[in-house]
């Protein structure tokens, strides 16, 4: 129990760092009072209601409970609504039906909610409207506009104070009829026809478009942030110069019209993924930027390439590099150089990398000679793929996050590696586990993945993925108390009370397991079984969200059971 002598402010600022469903057992469990009245006003502030998620961020709210909320003259008031309806899954219609009869019964209690962000239909948001003033809805996402729907379309009801709207539109009229409202600051638009010009708002901020032709008129003087997908962009394309933020994703832009593009000369961040760029040497970048991203562009080669001075971040991934002796980096904070391809990169004991870098992400590329590359001490988070021994790789010493992927002919054994007790995550994958002290006090997140032999977890780890090619290792592991998520290919017949969240990849549905008490999340897959018999599972009541592959009647069973005990 918290003292009865600490100022209101101090236990509310306790309380941002409680998850939301622990806070809703402890406010359960108090008496009326001072206490009370602050956990329900931290509990309540920001709310979602709509089908069982897995987001643990996200406080799932009952009909039951907005109804009690709405029965105090005096108490904790919602702030933000995050309202989410699926119109197409027919167990949740009566719970939508629930709410929209609860809406009409309680206007006053709705209307006074600061803040609605929603994402569903048009046919949900109008039957709302109907009931009650949609003023205080300031996002929505997800409405679709189907050929089918266009005498609905013409009257789509656009809360007055909308200031972010994302849809798509596949219908054959202008998208015009939306009337956008002047509040709008984030709009995105997927359109797949010809739909005419849109009139952007005048204040829009950031505008995000996948269309193959231009659908807008012209570009909002304050416009921030534009992002445009599978559009094709002439040499000439006029950029407005209030932009900071540029996103030109697959949209075949070449070598020859990037080099003749006018970028906005207070440019921040550029993303130029995914087109045929070859090369971006000559390319007049901004002295402002401070982030790029060319991945997926069939580059080559950047040795000869002149970067901003003030690039911070750059995004190298899934090119056709094979070096990177000869660049001349920039004072680097994040490095990726990460590839699918089958060009690799071998050696990095010859890269002069800034030694200003904090994050390097080289997955892929089967690297030869990290023993004998040096890198920065200033790095904390590092990614590698290794084909030498473990005894020989060597790490800087505030690493807080490693992933390395052993090649199988390194024959890698973990106990030999010499690893910082710095490192908060731990991802390891293809090598031979023994039972030993891993000597990480910090550890808080482990992967281990493709291993033989056995293994022991540290006390501190709170979250766990563990793939073992052999049943045995499963058959004598000890899982911590203090572990709140694990997800592993078998299933062990006992897990600590402390978990909330478990998947399982290969479930098997004839072994007795006793779920933990304060489980809340549980995914569970065949693998090499036949589906998941849903009537032999007895699950804890704590249980929020499931998915399974079930035989169909008892999938449907379970999930209504969920949803009534919301």
């Known amino acids: 129990m918290l003292s009865p002598f600490l100022p209101p402010e101090v236990v509310l600022n306790i ?3 409680v998850p939301a469903f622990y806070l809703k057992y402890f406010h ?28 643990e961020s996200l406080r799932r709210i009952s009909i039951e409970e907005l109804r009690e909320l709405a029965r105090q003259d005096s108490g904790p008031r919602i702030k933000v609504l995050i309202l989410e309806e699926i119109d197409d899954i027919g167990d949740y219609k009566d719970v939508f039906e629930s709410f929209l009869q609860f809406v009409g019964e309680n206007p006053l209690f709705m209307a ?19 009931r009650l003033t949609v003023a205080n809805f300031v996002s929505w996402k997800g409405l679709e506009l189907y050929a089918s729907d266009i005498s609905s379309t013409l009257n789509i009801v656009v809360p007055s104070n909308l200031a972010e709207l994302k849809f798509a539109n596949e219908a054959n009229t202008y998208m015009a009829i939306l009337g956008f409202p002047s509040t709008l600051r984030k709009l995105a638009v997927f359109a797949n026809v010809d739909t005419g010009k849109i009139c952007l708002p005048a204040h829009l901020e950031e505008f995000e478009c996948m269309s193959e032709i231009q659908i807008w008129d012209e570009f909002p003087q304050g416009l921030k942030k534009l992002s ?7 040499p000439e394309f006029e950029f407005t110069d209030s932009l900071t933020d540029l996103s030109l994703r697959s949209c075949s832009i070449r070598h020859s019209g990037l080099t003749r593009f006018v970028l906005p000369q207070n440019l921040k961040k550029l993303t130029l993924s995914h087109n045929p760029l070859g090369s971006i040497d000559r390319v007049n970048f901004p002295d402002s930027l401070e982030d790029l991203d060319i991945s997926g562009c069939g580059i080559s080669s950047l040795a000869d390439v002149t970067f901003p001075p003030l690039l911070e971040k750059l995004q190298v991934s899934d090119n056709v590099l094979t070096n990177l002796d000869n660049v001349d980096f920039p004072p680097l904070k994040f490095l990726d150089v990460s590839t699918h391809s089958t060009v690799f990169i071998t050696s990095m004991s010859k890269i002069k990398f800034p030694t200003t870098l904090v994050t390097l992400c080289s997955s892929g590329q ?9 890198l920065p001490e200033s790095l904390q988070v590092l990614t590698i793929m290794a084909s030498e021994r473990a005894a020989d790789l060597r790490f800087p010493k505030c690493l807080e996050k490693l992933r390395i992927l052993f090649l199988k002919s390194s024959r890698a054994v973990f106990a030999d590696l010499k690893l910082p007790k710095t490192l908060v995550l731990l991802h390891l994958q293809n090598g031979k586990c023994l039972d030993f002290d891993w000597n990480l006090p910090l550890l808080k997140k482990m ?15 709170e979250e766990l993925e563990l793939f073992a090619r052999d049943y045995e290792v499963y058959q004598n592991l ?46 569970l897959s065949p693998g090499d079984y036949d589906d ?35």
């Open 478 to 523: 000890t899982l911590p108390y203090g572990l709140e998520s694990v997800t592993m290919r078998y299933l062990i017949t006992r897990y600590p009370e402390t978990l909330h969240t478990l998947k399982i990849t290969n479930f098997d549905s004839q072994l007795e397991v006793e779920w933990p008490s304060r489980l809340r999340t549980l995914y």
């Open 532 to 566: 998941v018999n849903g009537s032999n599972l007895k699950l804890p009541r704590t249980l929020e969200f499931l998915k399974s592959e079930f035989d169909p009647e008892p999938e449907w069973r379970l999930q209504r059971l969920l949803s009534a005990r919301s």
């Open 28 to 55: 359960d469990g108090l008496p009326t009072g001072k206490l009370k009245d602050i956990v329900a006003f931290n509990l309540y502030k920001s709310v979602y209601f709509g089908p069982p998620t897995p987001d």
């Open 447 to 461: 992967y281990v993945k493709g291993i033989v032999g056995s293994i022991r977890i540290p006390d501190t780890v």
């Open 228 to 234: 445009l997908l599978q559009h094709c962009i002439p």
């Open 366 to 374: 089967p690297v030869e000679d990290w023993s004998n590359t040096k």
């Open 15 to 17: 309380f941002l760092y």
């Open 112 to 130: 006074e909610i600061p803040v609605v962000h929603y994402k569903g239909s048009t046919i949900f948001l109008t039957k709302y409207a109907s």
